[in-house]
T-cell receptor, first 112, second 115 residues
Framework: QKEVEQNSGPLSVPEGAIASLNCTYS??????FFWYRQYSGKSPELIMF????GDKEDGRFTAQLNKASQYVSLLIRDSQPSDSATYLC????????????FGGGTRVLVKP | DAGVIQSPRHEVTEMGQEVTLRCKPI?????LFWYRQTMMRGLELLIY????????DSGMPEDRFSAKMPNASFSTLKIQPSEPRDSAVYFC?????????????FGPGTRLTVL
């Protein structure tokens, strides 16, 4: 089992709809979880992080964490064509300090 | 702040040649990371430094790869000799421990093509 797994997509959503992305992780000791967005040909940029079980909202983005089930989700509300990108889930490896392990990413396509 | 700076942005070289990638982290950041990204393997951590000291190089694929950080504002990743399978985008990232979260800031990347 990979340490961090994501569906590669593409996830195609119509403009204005909700995009739902999932990420599962293997390390039960993981305490923090990150979502990075990467536009084609660009570098990853952090858009959300979450520590506690439950939901965290930031604008049109909501991160959801369920530590018991070892998954973290990202919801994008009112999806816009500018949200078309690859979204990377990242989880620090507990035993290695500040070392992030990235999932393979989910490609999202928002169609006007 | 200018962000993480990488050079060159693009590098095309022939198999067997030495390649040196450069990175300047954000001032004040005490962690520096080198990643490689390919379609097949995604984003992989190669090595990271804390306060200029290499902490974990378990991701370095083989002895052809080496990395140095002679001071807090400069790091290099060297491949010698290069091979076509080294073709990838190489990212440098930096972060500052002690923040509420360990956000890593990525540079623009170096696209390496080995012919």
């Amino acid at each position: 089992q990979k340490e961090v797994e994501q569906n590669s997509g593409p996830l195609s959503v119509p403009e204005g709809a909700i995009a739902s992305l999932n990420c599962t992780y293997s390390d039960r000791g993981s305490q923090s979880f990150f979502w990075y967005r990467q536009y084609s040909g660009k570098s990853p940029e952090l858009i959300m992080f979450i520590y506690s079980n439950g939901d965290k909202e930031d604008g049109r983005f909501t991160a959801q964490l369920n530590k018991a089930s070892q998954y973290v989700s990202l919801l994008i509300r009112d999806s816009q064509p500018s949200d078309s990108a690859t979204y990377l889930c990242a989880v620090p490896i507990k035993a290695a300090g500040n070392k992030l392990t990235f999932g393979g990413g989910t490609r999202v396509l928002v169609k006007p | 702040d200018a962000g993480v700076i990488q050079s060159p942005r693009h590098e095309v070289t022939e198999m067997g040649q030495e390649v040196t990638l450069r990175c300047k982290p954000i001032s004040g950041h005490d962690y520096l990371f080198w990643y490689r990204q390919t379609m097949m393997r995604g984003l992989e951590l190669l090595i990271y430094f804390n306060n200029n000291v290499p902490i974990d190089d378990s991701g370095m694929p083989e002895d052809r790869f080496s990395a140095k950080m002679p001071n807090a504002s400069f790091s290099t990743l060297k491949i010698q000799p290069s091979e076509p399978r080294d073709s990838a985008v190489y990212f440098c990232a930096s972060s500052q421990l002690g923040k509420a979260y360990n956000e890593q800031f990525f540079g623009p990347g170096t696209r390496l093509t080995v012919l």
